[in-house]
Each structure stands twice: as structure tokens, then as C-alpha cells.
């Protein structure tokens, strides 16, 4: 066998993993945040036929002489960038710019456990178990949590059940509600029989060592063991030693509140409804957006999901707006990690948690769905040339058979 055809035979892999790639952009021309691949070849291993030489006192110098034995994929890139976006339903969202929405399950033990850290930084870096989005077709299902249409829970900063005194205009003060540091799954408020929305209590400083309360004060089951806000049981006091377990029943729960006019607002993405008992506004939460180092890198899941894996760099949460500042969110569960027992004596009392970071450029469309950013047109065109790549390499095979077939024909 002669070393053209290998080489073809390595051209004709890589044009078809190419043409795979390509299909794929225009099986998704109409999916909605869908982002298109591109395939990039490389030249593939080479034999040294000759050396090369810088040349000596009597002799100038020669250049190597190598024979190549075809390409292969070098990468299979993805580009994150936007192109349209189209009329959607009221509370659809999509970003323009950078960054994801992030979305799990109700379970936030299994998605964000703050417990989990490094010890050698004190930052909780477990965030990256969430799947990021770019698709925000959002709406409050009937188990009254926000999710979007794969029923995948939307997570960000629920409002808690404390107010507090900030400046308002012309040097007044006005009260407004307190925002949890927790980044937690969004749903509905609570209310109890009289219809006053009870929020639940996510900002009670709580020391766990070995899975048991060792200081602290009031706390939750959804917030053991490091105060997560899962659902809002009543406040209960817990003492030291205490365990999860120690929670009231679920039928202490109360029960969800019905809310009307549910919105986003586009430029804090605040989530916000009117109750139906009194007609009054109520803050439901505020959306968290993910943003990676290398928005290219991360890795597809399936269901336009992405995970930031490696290659796409750390995993920041931030808000949109930079509205962090005014809520005084400044980290996702400050002050409620203890570090571990063997730590040094450099290490804080308490994990100083992730930092939640504004969205720099990156803004934000209600009522909009984000398009592909697939061009058909330059689609078609990769599928021909590809496809004429393809054609020469199967010449370069029919060529050199009939080479091999001469070379056996001379002993006739």
C-alpha cells in the first residue's frame, strides 16, 4: 500500500465528521438559542524523508523533506455568539450578551451544597453541577416553582420575610424587603389563613461541624445543613447538637400564595406578582445569571443545556443590572461555611462563600426568545466545499488502485 491512500483515507474521516457537524447546524436552523459548531482541520502526522541541514563552511544548507499522511479534526468549536431573537410569550426571557441562566432540580443538596469547598481557598466551587441556558421560556408551573418548559427549575435570590431601612429619594428613608444570599431554586411565596405572605428566614448564621449544629440560632429544615431555602417550614429553635431531622411536620407548611400579574423586569430581572387577596405587590425573587471565563468551552448536554466543565474556566454567578449592590448581596452564602476541623489558623470562622459579580454588557429581553445564530447560507456553502473534499480524496484512492493495479500487471 502506497501512503496517498492513507492520507486519503484520513481525508475522508475528517470530511465526514465535518459533514456531521455541519448537519447538525442545519438539523437546529429553527432552534430557539441554539449555537453553531464549526469543524477545524489539521494536517496529520508526518515521515522525515530527508533532514535538513543550516549548511557548513563548503555547502549551503537544505530544507527537511517530510511526507504528510493526511488531516485529521483539530477542534470542533462552538461560537456563543448572539444573531436574533423573536416575539415570545410575556415572561420569556433572553440574554444579549454573555452568560447563561442557571437551572437543576428542586433538590439543592444535590445541586448547590455550600458545604462542599475548597480548603485551600474557602470558596464554595460545587456551583458548576448546575446546567446553564441560554433558552428562557420560563413560567410558574403548577407545583409553583419557576421552571422552563423541560421542567427544570430556575435558580436565583428568593425574598425573605426581613425588611430593612435605605435611602430614598429627596434624603427620606424607605423600607424594603431583604433579598437571601442563597442561591436557591425560585417559587411562589407562602401566605398563611389570613393571606400575609410568609417568606421564609434565610439569613440566620448557623455553625455546622460533622453534619450537627454546633452554634447558631433559629433555623429551618431548609436549612440544615447550611441553611438552604428549600421550602419555608415554620422557624423552630434548634439547640446545639441538634439535627435535620428535628423539623415539623409538612402540614405546618403554609400554603402557596396566589399571585397575579407574575413579570420579570428586564433590567434587574426582578420577579414580581400582585396578590390576589389585597391587590398588593409582592417580590417573589430575583433571577441569578451564570457566566463563564470561556463562554466557547463549555459542553453540550443535550435540550440546549451546557455545563462549564473544563475548558470554559470558573463558574461566576452574577446579577443583572449590578442590582447585587443595592440588595447587598455580596457573596452566595457569606458567613455560613465553617471551615474544616484540621484547618490552619490562617482559615476564616466562616467560608467567605462565592462572590456574586455584576453582568458587565450583558442585558436582558422579556418577551423574547433567543434565535439560532446558524446562517443557512454559509452552511450550504461548507456542505458543498465539503463535500467536493470529500470527492477528491475518493479520486486520490481510485488513482492510486490503478497505480497498484498497473505495478501488478507488469509481471503479465
Not at 447558631?216 to 429553635?237: C, H, M, Y
Request: proline content about 5%; overall charge negative; some cysteine.
Amino acid at each position: 500500500m502506497t501512503g496517498s491512500m492513507y492520507a486519503s483515507v484520513a481525508g475522508l474521516k475528517a470530511h465526514m465528521q465535518k459533514l456531521t457537524v455541519i448537519g447538525n447546524n442545519v438539523a437546529n436552523v429553527n432552534t430557539q438559542g441554539y449555537k453553531k459548531q464549526r469543524t477545524v482541520f489539521r494536517d496529520s502526522l508526518y515521515s522525515m524523508y530527508s533532514a535538513g541541514s543550516n549548511g557548513s563552511d563548503s555547502v549551503g544548507g537544505m530544507n527537511p523533506s517530510q511526507l504528510g499522511y493526511g488531516s485529521l479534526v483539530g477542534s470542533i468549536d462552538l461560537n456563543m455568539s448572539s444573531s436574533s431573537y423573536n416575539p415570545g410569550n410575556p415572561m420569556d426571557c433572553a440574554l444579549v450578551g454573555d452568560g447563561f441562566f442557571l437551572v437543576g432540580s428542586k433538590d439543592v443538596e444535590d445541586s448547590v451544597n455550600p458545604m462542599e469547598y475548597n480548603t485551600d481557598t474557602f470558596k464554595a466551587e460545587n456551583l458548576k453541577s448546575l446546567n446553564l441556558t441560554r433558552v428562557g421560556d420560563f413560567s410558574f408551573k403548577g407545583d409553583n416553582y419557576l421552571t422552563d418548559a423541560k421542567g427544570n427549575i430556575v435558580y436565583g435570590f428568593m425574598a425573605t420575610s426581613e425588611t430593612e431601612q435605605v435611602p430614598g429619594p429627596n434624603g427620606t428613608m424607605i423600607t424594603r424587603q431583604k433579598v437571601s444570599d442563597q442561591l436557591v431554586p425560585i417559587r411562589l411565596p407562602r401566605w398563611d389563613e389570613n393571606h400575609v405572605i410568609k417568606y421564609a428566614r434565610t439569613d440566620v448564621k448557623v455553625k455546622y461541624e460533622n453534619g450537627q449544629i454546633t452554634g447558631g440560632d433559629k433555623v429551618t429544615e431548609a436549612n440544615a445543613p447550611a441553611e438552604r431555602l428549600v421550602d419555608d417550614r415554620p422557624i423552630f429553635n434548634v439547640p446545639a447538637g441538634g439535627a435535620a431531622d428535628d423539623a415539623p411536620a409538612a402540614s405546618e407548611q403554609y400554603e402557596f400564595a396566589q399571585l397575579d400579574s407574575i413579570s420579570i423586569d428586564a433590567g434587574t430581572g426582578c420577579i414580581s406578582g400582585i396578590s390576589k387577596a389585597d391587590g398588593m405587590p409582592v417580590v417573589i425573587g430575583y433571577l441569578a445569571i451564570g457566566s463563564v471565563t470561556n463562554p466557547n468551552g463549555v459542553s453540550h448536554v443535550g435540550s440546549s443545556y451546557y455545563r462549564a466543565q473544563e475548558g470554559a474556566g470558573a463558574l461566576n454567578v452574577s446579577m443583572l443590572g449590578g442590582v447585587q449592590e443595592n440588595l447587598g448581596i455580596a457573596h452566595i452564602g457569606a458567613s455560613r461555611l465553617a471551615p474544616p476541623a484540621d484547618a490552619d489558623d490562617d482559615a476564616p470562622d466562616y467560608v467567605p462563600g462565592t462572590d456574586v459579580v455584576g453582568t458587565g454588557s450583558t442585558k436582558m429581553m422579556v418577551g423574547f426568545l433567543e434565535g439560532p445564530n446558524v446562517d443557512l447560507a454559509e452552511e450550504i456553502s461548507e456542505l458543498i466545499t465539503t463535500q467536493r473534499g470529500y470527492q477528491a480524496n475518493t479520486r486520490i484512492i481510485t488513482v492510486t488502485d490503478s497505480m497498484l493495479e498497473e505495478l501488478v500487471n507488469m509481471k503479465r
